[in-house]
C-alpha cells in the first residue's frame, strides 16, 4: 500500500489482525460461558495459547506477523495500553455512597491484605519451592499470585447482583479487587527493582510505597476534577462527554505510572471514583448511559485482547524454542511436577485469604459475610 513502509515484506497494517482475532475468539468465548455462567478469562487465556500453537506450528498468512509483533511488544506498551479500560468501568459505575461507607474495610482488605498475603505467599515460595529463589524473587511471585481477577471478581458481583444479594457486599468486593492492583502493582515493582539490581533498599519500601499509593490517589483526584469540571461545561454531548473521560482514564495512567513512578492502577481507581460520585452531577441521563455502553465496550475489547495475549505469551515463553524475545533467555526448563507446584500454591492462597478472614475478623472486626466471600474470589 502507497505510503506505508513494508515491515519484513509484510504491510504494517496487519498489526491489528491479532486484535480482530482476540475480538472474534472473545466474543465466541464470551457467549458461550453466558451461557454457561461462568467467567470467561481462562478459556480466553486457553484460546490464546491455542492461538500460539497454530502460529508455532502452522502458517497462518498475516496472522502470523501480527502476532510476532504483538509478542514483541514492550509489557508497559500493553500495560498502557489495556489496563486503564478494565480498572476505569467498575470504578465509574460503583455506587459512591456505599463506596463510601464500605471505604475503611476495603482500604483494610486492600493494603493490609496484599501485604499480608504477598509476605505470607513469598515465605513459603522461598522455603518450599524447589527453586532456590531469594525473597525478593519470591516477593515478585507473590505479588503476581494474590492479584485478583478483575473479570472473574466482576463476574462473581454481577451473579450476586442476579441472586439479590445487597448491594453494599458486591460493590465492595469488586472495588476491594481494584484496589489490591493498585497496591500489588507497587509491590511488584519495588522487589522487580531489587531483583534486577536497580539498588532499591528495603528500607526505602515504606517511603516507596506510601509515595505511590497517595501520589496515585493524588493524581486521580486532579485529573478527576479536571475531567469533571470540563464535563460540566459541555451541555448533553455524549460523544465529547466520551472522549474526555477517555483523555482521563488513559492520561491518568501514563501521569501517575510514566511520569511521577507512582501507582498507575490506584491512580484510575480514584478516577474512576471521581466520576462515580460527581459524574451524575455533571453529565445528563442520556450521556451517562451512552458513556456506560462504550466503556462497557471498551471493557470487553480490552479484556479479549489482554487476555488471548497473556495465552500466546505463556505458551511461547514455555513450550517454544524461542524463549523471551526481549531478552533472548531460552525457555523455561519445566516439568511435569511444576504443575503440581503451581497447583500447590492455588491451594496455599485460599489458605492465606482464609487465615486473613480469620484475623481481620478477630482483630479489625471485618464482616463476617464480606470476608467469606473474599476468600471464594
Known amino acids: 500500500m502507497a505510503g506505508l513502509e513494508v515491515i519484513n515484506g509484510e504491510d504494517p497494517l496487519l498489526f491489528v489482525l491479532f486484535a480482530m482475532v482476540a475480538l472474534l475468539i472473545g466474543v465466541l468465548v464470551r457467549m458461550f460461558c453466558s451461557e454457561a455462567h461462568i467467567p470467561y478469562p481462562v478459556p480466553l487465556v486457553l484460546s490464546g495459547m491455542g492461538l500460539a500453537a497454530l502460529y508455532q506450528n502452522a502458517y497462518l498468512g498475516g496472522i502470523d506477523f501480527s502476532l510476532n509483533e504483538w509478542l514483541e511488544l514492550d509489557s508497559h506498551t500493553i500495560e498502557y495500553l489495556l489496563f486503564p479500560p478494565l480498572i476505569f468501568v467498575a470504578a465509574s459505575q460503583a455506587d459512591f455512597h456505599i463506596v463510601k461507607v464500605m471505604l475503611p474495610q476495603i482500604m483494610l482488605l486492600s493494603i493490609g491484605g496484599a501485604i499480608y498475603q504477598t509476605v505470607i505467599a513469598a515465605t513459603l515460595a522461598e522455603h518450599i519451592y524447589p527453586y532456590n529463589w531469594s525473597f525478593d524473587e519470591a516477593a515478585v511471585f507473590g505479588a503476581i499470585a494474590i492479584t485478583l481477577d478483575p473479570m472473574a471478581v466482576g463476574s462473581v458481583c454481577m451473579q450476586m447482583e442476579e441472586m439479590g444479594v445487597s448491594a453494599y457486599l458486591p460493590i465492595t468486593v469488586d472495588e476491594e479487587s481494584h484496589f489490591v492492583e493498585g497496591v500489588t502493582y507497587i509491590l511488584f515493582t519495588f522487589y522487580q527493582s531489587r531483583v534486577t539490581g536497580k539498588g532499591v533498599v528495603f528500607e526505602n519500601l515504606v517511603e516507596d510505597f506510601f509515595y505511590e499509593l497517595s501520589l496515585g490517589t493524588i493524581v486521580g483526584l486532579g485529573v478527576g476534577y ?97 524463549g523471551n524475545r526481549n531478552t533472548g533467555d531460552d525457555p523455561a526448563d519445566w516439568k511435569g511436577t511444576d504443575i503440581g507446584w503451581a497447583v500447590l500454591m492455588y491451594l496455599l492462597l485460599m489458605v492465606l485469604r482464609l487465615s486473613m478472614y480469620g484475623l481481620f475478623y478477630i482483630v479489625f472486626g471485618v464482616d463476617s459475610p464480606l470476608a467469606k466471600v473474599l476468600i471464594i474470589v
Not at 491512580?267 to 462515580?276: H, P, R
Open 226 to 322: 479536571a475531567a469533571i469540571f470540563t464535563t460540566g461545561m459541555i451541555f448533553n454531548d455524549t460523544a465529547i462527554e466520551v472522549i474526555v473521560s477517555m483523555i482521563g482514564a488513559w492520561g491518568v495512567f501514563y501521569i501517575a505510572a510514566g511520569c511521577f513512578e507512582a501507582s498507575g492502577p490506584q491512580a484510575v481507581v480514584v478516577f474512576g471514583l471521581f466520576y462515580a460520585a460527581y459524574g451524575k452531577h455533571s453529565m445528563s441521563v442520556e450521556s451517562r448511559v451512552g458513556m456506560k455502553i462504550v466503556w462497557q465496550t471498551f471493557q470487553v475489547i480490552a479484556s479479549s485482547v489482554l487476555y488471548c495475549y497473556a495465552g500466546a505469551l505463556i505458551y511461547e515463553r514455555v513450550f517454544t524454542k524461542n
